[in-house]
Every structure is written in C-alpha cells, then in structure tokens.
C-alpha cells in the first residue's frame, strides 16, 4: 500500500527512489503501469469530488484543511485498515461505487503480490530486528505518557486508541534519505542502513503529532489562524504555516533533550529544510513549560511561539525561503515548468495552486507569468512594464496591505524559471519594488 501510494505521488515519500526500485530492481512493466493509472484515475476522481476549502485566513497547516486531501486520505486509510474487499467497500462506501472500490483493491492487490518476492528475499530481513527493537522504546511508559500529554495539549478529538508504526525498508538501504508520514491512526517510517531504534522512534512520534494535531476541532483551527492574524509579527503566516512541523519536531526534542542536552534538543541535521529544525528547536522550552502546567496550544501558547521563533530567525524572516512557505502559487500555462522549479527551490509547506486563493485573504500570491500576460496587473503595479527591457524579473507588492503580491515574469518560460531561481537564491529582500532582474 505504502509503495503504490507513494508511485502515485499521494504520500510523502523519497518517491525517485522508490521510482528507481521499481524500474530497475523489479522492472516495471505495463502492467505495472496500467495499475498504477487505475489507482490514480481511482482517487483522483475521488479528489475532483470532494470540493472546496472553507474561507480562512490562510491555508489550513493541517491536510483535512482541504476536502480534496482528506478525502484521498480517507480512502488510503480505508484501504490500509481493510482485510477484504468488502471490508474496503464498507470502509469507502462515502467516497467511492463499489464497483470503483474493487477496482482498487485490484491494483493494491496487484502490487502486493509484485513485492511479496522481494519482500520474504530482502525487505523483511532488513527491518525485522529494528521492528522489535523500536517497539520496546515506543511501548515503554515515557512514549506512552509523552503521548498522552501531547494529545491533550493540541486539544485530540478523539484520537485513536491504538496507534500503528509502519517501518518500511528503503529501497536504497545505502543512501542517507528517509521519509516518514501519517495517514490518520498509521505512521510510515521509511528506514536504511543508517536508522537507529531512536531514530525510528522518534520519527514515529514526530508522525503521531501530526496526528493529534490534526485531529482538534476545526473552529480551534481557526482559532489559532486568529492568533497569527491579530499577531504584529512581520510574516506571521509563514510562522503559522510551520508551527505544525516546529511542534512535532520539538517533540522529538523533548525525547532527544535528556541524551543530548538542551542546547542540541530539537536539533536535526537529516530535517532538510532551512528553517523547520530552528523552530522545533526554538520551540522546545515553551513546549516543556506547557506540559508541565498542563495548558494547550490555544491558551496563549502562539504568543510565545512567536516570540521565540522571532528570537531565532531574526533578520532570516525577510528570506523568500521563509515567507514564502505559505503562499497562493499562480503559474499561467508560459510559467508551469516554472512552478515546479518553485516548489524545489522554496519547499513551501502550506500552498495552494488554485483561483480558490480568494477565500484567504492573508495569504501571499506568486504569480508566475510571462511579459505579454502581466497587462492584469498594470493598475494595480503600474511601473511593471518599464522592467519588460530585460529577460526577467522578480517583483514584490502588498495585498491590501495584508499579505504580498510576488510576481515572476520573463519573457519566455525558461526565463521565468531563471527568475524563480535567483530569487531563491537571495537571503533578503525587500517588501515592494523590483528584488532583481535577470538578462
């Protein structure tokens, strides 16, 4: 389930390895692939139907914030939880015919039965020892209790009694990449060579945070977002987009902080992303103190959040990287090759790719366009066409004053790509006006 999840793109995962995996190791063949299709027509029509996201202030930082993710979701977890195909039709009845379930299963039953070889040669042997060895730690009365307190503090609604850890062999047991997500009451953890029964449970308990995190009510989601709004903190909606991440990560540092020190807890050098292991590590302290009186997350915990997060990235808020981890992405059809460069270079974590950006009125724009398409925005930036004398540029202005207007143009999609990746390169930029231009 996890590899056929993670080929159609629905899961976190280090899918060019596994993509690697199967056409080299396995050798894809066009069943394989007709398979895979399936699947992906399956839910994919599954997401079409599930419609729009509620107005916020900003895009939820939790998946069921958008219907079309938790509805993919759900039917996964159906799948995962189910032994047969009628337990699969009963379990996805809401979301799918089911005639469309059995399709389904076809194609999970499919790909088991290409792995199974691989898996009793190879892949059981690489993680049967560390299964046993990261369950005793994940079992033992400190997991449990750090558990049970984090539940209460992000306000659980009612969380699954039994939590299940998925550890999957790598298929490149050499290399230092790894993945792990959740899918509801299920945490995947992808391991190589280099995984340790720590490791693995920590990244275990990182995955259940998100859980809990994800299962408190929707109004104390909004909620929070209100936090943030009302906040006179530059950027705060970037700060919202990664206090779900910071706070799993300062989970980790909680169980990390007794063999590492408080300096180092929260750190994580395989964390690659630029700025999520600073926070979690900015977010230990606050974490502590808040278990400890027993408060949650929606009692003044954002303030402090901020306050200590600011306190860490200081003059590194004005990073692009940073702002921009939460934005609207907008590429016309000149600058699609060029979104893609953007979500390599900027990694953002809370984005949207829709004309739905108008139910968030905190939320940045990207727009990603070529020099003939930028005659939308001559009232509003009515100096963009003296910058059209040059291959490309990059342009900040504000959102009612509420968020920013960044537009990428050039004067054709390579260019465009250009522009995206020499403001990715930039550590600071200014809040209006031309950033840079490109020849």
């Not at 020892?129 to 033992?140: D, G, W």
């Not at 009612?400 to 960044?406: E, T």
Request: neutral net charge; contains cysteine; aromatic residues 10%.
């Amino acid at each position: 389930m996890y590899h056929l999840a993670c080929l159609a793109g629905q899961i976190p995962c280090t899918k060019d390895a596994f993509e690697r995996f199967w056409h080299d190791t396995l050798q894809w063949t066009p069943a394989d692939q007709r398979e895979l299709d399936a699947w992906i027509a399956g839910l994919g029509k599954v997401e079409r139907a599930a419609g729009t996201p509620r107005a916020a202030p900003y895009v939820g930082n939790y998946r069921s914030f958008f219907p079309d993710v938790d509805a993919r979701l759900h039917v996964i977890h159906a799948a995962v939880e189910s032994r047969s195909l009628s337990e699969f039709q009963h379990r996805a009845e809401r979301w799918l015919s089911l005639d469309e379930a059995a399709r389904l299963q076809h194609a999970i039953a499919y790909f088991q039965g290409r792995l199974k070889p691989w898996w009793r040669t190879t892949g059981h042997n690489a993680v049967k020892v560390r299964v046993q060895q990261a369950e005793k730690k994940l079992r033992s009365d400190k997991m449990v209790a750090l558990a049970r307190d984090v539940a209460a503090f992000v306000e659980a609604e009612s969380p699954a009694r039994e939590i299940y850890v998925h550890i999957i062999p790598g298929p490149e047991p050499k290399s230092d990449a790894a993945s792990g997500t959740f899918v509801s009451n299920h945490c995947f953890v992808e391991v190589t060579d280099a995984a340790t029964p720590d490791g693995i449970a920590s990244v275990s308990v990182h995955e259940l945070t998100h859980y809990l995190y994800e299962t408190a009510q929707a109004r104390r989601h909004l909620e929070l977002m209100q936090h943030f709004v009302r906040a006179e903190v530059p950027h705060a909606s970037a700060f919202y987009a990664l206090l779900n991440e910071a706070l799993a990560t300062a989970v980790q540092g909680l169980i990390s902080e007794p063999r590492r020190g408080p300096e180092e807890a929260g750190s994580d050098d395989e964390y690659r992303h630029p700025f999520i292991p600073r926070l979690g590590r900015s977010t230990v302290p606050i974490l502590k103190e808040a278990l400890e009186k027993r408060s949650t997350l929606y009692q003044g915990f954002a303030e402090g959040y901020l306050r200590e997060a600011s306190r860490e990235l200081r003059g590194d808020v004005t990073n692009p990287k940073f702002f921009l981890t939460s934005a609207a992405i907008l590429p016309t059809n000149t600058g699609a090759s060029a979104y893609e460069v953007f979500l390599t270079e900027f990694q953002p974590v809370s984005f949207i790719k829709s004309d739905q950006w108008r139910l968030f009125p905190y939320l940045n724009l990207v727009f990603l366009l070529a020099y003939d398409e930028l005659g939308a925005f001559s009232t509003a930036f009515p100096d963009l066409a003296s910058h059209t004398n040059r291959r490309g540029f990059a342009y900040m202005g504000s959102r009612d004053g509420q968020a920013r207007v960044c537009i990428l143009a050039g004067a054709a999609a390579g260019a465009i790509a250009d522009v995206v990746r020499a403001l990715a390169r930039l550590q600071s930029v200014s809040s209006s006006g031309l950033v840079l231009s490109i020849d």
